[in-house]
């Protein structure tokens, strides 16, 4: 496994449309299999496929809380994931 400097946790509150991507880019991530760059890269891909189907009615709300260590995703106005990290030396 490659050295990641963080790991990521997942909270998971409810299905949504974008779980099942989200949590295998997760489990990528912590495996050293790929690497997310922050948050960013959540919301980024989330924001491509709700263009990639437009015909599609993915609604979706993304809240950083905790000072930055927190992602909370929400689908239709509930929440389905809340995402944290630890950081490594």
Do not use: W
């Amino acid at each position: 496994m490659s050295q990641i400097p963080e790991k990521y946790y997942v909270e998971i509150h409810a299905n949504g449309d974008f779980n099942e991507e989200i949590l295998g880019m997760i489990t990528n991530h912590n495996e050293g299999k790929g690497e997310i760059e922050g948050f960013e890269t959540l919301i980024h891909y989330m924001k491509a496929k709700r263009c990639l189907r437009s015909n599609s009615c993915y609604q979706f709300e993304v809240t950083v809380m905790a000072l930055n260590k927190k992602l909370l995703i929400s689908e239709k106005g509930k929440p389905t994931l809340t995402i944290s990290y630890n950081q490594f030396k």
